[in-house]
């Protein structure tokens, strides 16, 4: 098994084709550094769920409509990662 598939399978990364109303137990939303768009997978723009790890950030952005990211709290990957 690869690294990087033993790395998705360690924090049970999920892909999403729309926002869940509703988080697995444990997990946070979380999408790439891609600028996010309306339409998942569009431009690039990927999301998906995860258990938290250090390889991700607190968001600010309106990513699916967040306009208050503290009561929609979401994440993104880090940038040095």
Excluded at 33 to 51: C, D, E, H, K, M
Excluded at 57 to 81: I, M, Q, S, T, W
Aim: with cysteine; hydrophobic share 30%.
């Amino acid at each position: 098994m690869s690294d990087i598939t033993s790395y998705i399978k360690k924090i049970d990364m999920r892909y999403i084709n729309s926002i869940p109303l509703k988080l697995p137990a444990g997990c946070v939303l979380v999408h790439n550094n891609v600028r996010p768009t309306r339409t998942l997978g569009s431009q690039g723009f990927r999301a998906w769920t995860q258990i938290m790890d250090d390889k991700i950030e607190p968001c600010r952005c309106n990513f699916g409509g967040c306009k208050n990211a503290k009561l929609h709290k979401h994440y993104k990957v880090k940038r040095d990662v």
